[in-house]
Each structure stands twice: as structure tokens, then as C-alpha cells.
């Protein structure tokens, strides 16, 4: 129970930190519960899985990497990850942008901070209105 409720603040953390940079407001993903999916609604192109911890390992965020990249599947949008350990900053996980590359692989994603994503959402919203 505690972990789900670390859970839901880091969700509303990550909410609040998307609000503030881009000014959308996202929602929880209370569907995700019985039927799977990423924790974040309304940040198209991207879904987004939250995680976070008192510590985080490489291999932590390694394996919900490949959790993150099967959500996005389920509904084709591109996966992101947020994670953070107590007393650390956001940081956000994207795949590599070049079609050479499985996107599935976590060697080839990016680790970014929540004000690049930020600006790489805008550009993206910019550029398909």
C-alpha cells in the first residue's frame, strides 16, 4: 500500500511539473489498474509511465523501460518514462529518435531532463497544428 501511494504522488508530482513547463494539464490513468496502460493521459504523442523510489538502480529503470515501451505499444504512441528517488530530480526517458535503432532497446534512449522533454513536447505540438 505504501509503494501505491509513493506511486500516486509521484504521478501528481509529474503532473504539476507538466503543467508548470507546458501549461496542459494532464490526467491519471485510473483505468490503467484493470486493464493496463501508461499512468498519464493527455501528453500525445507521448505515453507516459511514472516511477518512483527511495533508490533507483540502472536495473530498475532498465526493466521499466521495457514495462513503459509495452504500454505505448497497447495504444502506438511513444513511450516515456518518468522516474525519480527520494530526494532526487525528475528524469525522463525517450527513445532515440533514429529509425535505425529497436526502440524496444534500452541502449538506445535518451535520459533528458523534464525541461528538455518539455520543449521537445512543444516543438512537437507546434509542428502538427
Known amino acids: 500500500m505504501n509503494s501505491r501511494n509513493k506511486g500516486r504522488r509521484g504521478e ?14 494532464l490526467e491519471v490513468n485510473y483505468s490503467q489498474t484493470y486493464g ?8 500525445e504523442p507521448y505515453a507516459i509511465e511514472v516511477k518512483r523510489r527511495k ?5 530498475d529503470v532498465r526493466q521499466w523501460w521495457v514495462q513503459t515501451w509495452e504500454q505505448a505499444g497497447k495504444v502506438n ?25 529497436p526502440v524496444d532497446d534500452f541502449n538506445c534512449t535518451a535520459i533528458i531532463t523534464p525541461e528538455l ?3 521537445l513536447y512543444k516543438e512537437h505540438k507546434d509542428g502538427s497544428q
Open 12 to 25: 501528481r508530482e509529474v503532473i504539476e511539473v507538466i503543467k508548470t513547463l507546458t501549461d496542459i494539464q
Open 36 to 43: 493496463g496502460g501508461h499512468d498519464l493521459l493527455g501528453a
Open 55 to 59: 533508490t533507483i538502480t540502472q536495473g
Open 77 to 101: 504512441l511513444t513511450p516515456c518514462l518518468w522516474y525519480r528517488a527520494d530526494r532526487q530530480q525528475w528524469q525522463v526517458v525517450i527513445p532515440h529518435t533514429s529509425n535505425h535503432y
Open 117 to 119: 522533454w518539455s520543449k
